[in-house]
């Protein structure tokens, strides 16, 4: 069939608005560009794809979908079409901008500053994304793309866009995760983000890094030390106070009889104060300090430190329940806490956990340096 003929046959099909015209109208334009030995000089293409085109944008959009689905998995699809359906509504768009091959980085980056972020998430997860597109992407400024970005594997980001984005991970908490555990990240940049991620990624950091526990610990020491130096500490005197619960911690202690069961035992009799004395004995911290681990949101220090103690799951659980009596207003737990909390249980190790604790231990004051650090923090983002 002549070219001439072709054309003819699309125009009729075009003015055919019944189910069976649009099917034949599908059918002809997939298999248009994919006959064996078939060639087209270039004015028959141009010709070809300019009808096309117009044709395109004046069916409806199920007809568009369905045309993308099948042109997004082609390798010779006609690369202006693809264009057209990459720049169209995103329902019609998404094929074609998740797996066709056949757009280029300038079309992708195009579509990245000229259309919707739906368009934009897209092309995040892409097969293959190179650093050009990446950097337009990050360059977008969407937090859910960009961190659709880096779950991506297999999207390639330049070492001086995956600096500027864990600089971002101190206000944005939604980069951390998907940064430290990304193959490209550098054992600098991982070292970096170690002064602000939480104690769950930290620990990962330093299982997966190549990085000296000893000069991390430093590092944050050294962080810290203006922090505290500056910030004004609340009042230590009940710290300090010899009252008849820590005199009998510290003789359990002595007499080594200070156990986790203990702790479970002791909460459950409501005896909170002594709760409190005997797991400051037990973590060798003070009992200010350890009224904070207990008590935070989250439960992450609560998990640092029974993980450091070699606390086992089950009696860290109740633990976990029962010292949520002692904190003030709402006592109830909600059962998503009580997941996410042994969630990390599971994810932090005792070596890791053991290396945290004894920075606490090291520098009573880095924990509520940290906690000021973190506040500000979150003030900032709010603002």
Known sequence: MSVHRELDQLLSLARDKSAEGRKLLLDTVTDLFSEEGRVLNEREHALMTDILCKLIRDVEMRVRRELSERLAQRENAPLEIVKLLANDEIEVARPVLVTSCVLRDVDLVEIVRHRTQQHQLSIAMRREVSEFVSEALVEAGNADVIKALLDNPNAQISEATLEYLVDESRRVDSYQEPLVRRSDLSPELARRMCLWVGAALRSYILDNYDIDPTELDDLLEDVTTDTVQT???????????????????????????????????????????????????????????????????????????????????????????????????????????????????DRVKPDAAQQVLRRWQRNPEYLYALKRVEEGRLKRAAG
């Open 231 to 345: 910030l004004p500490l609340p009042d230590s005197r009940a710290d300090e106070q010899d009252d008849a619960a820590g005199r009998l911690a510290r003789r359990l202690a002595e007499e080594e009889r200070l156990t986790p069961d203990m702790l479970v035992k002791t909460l459950r009799q409501g005896e909170i104060t002594l709760f409190e004395a005997m797991f400051a004995q037990m973590t060798r911290l003070r009992r200010r300090l350890m009224g904070r681990l207990i008590y935070e949101p989250g439960g992450e220090g609560l998990v640092i430190a029974c993980r450091a103690l070699q606390v086992d799951k089950p009696t860290f659980t109740s633990i976990f329940l029962l010292s949520r009596k002692g904190r003030p207003g709402d006592q109830m737990v909600d059962p998503r806490e009580l997941s996410r909390v042994i969630s990390l249980f």
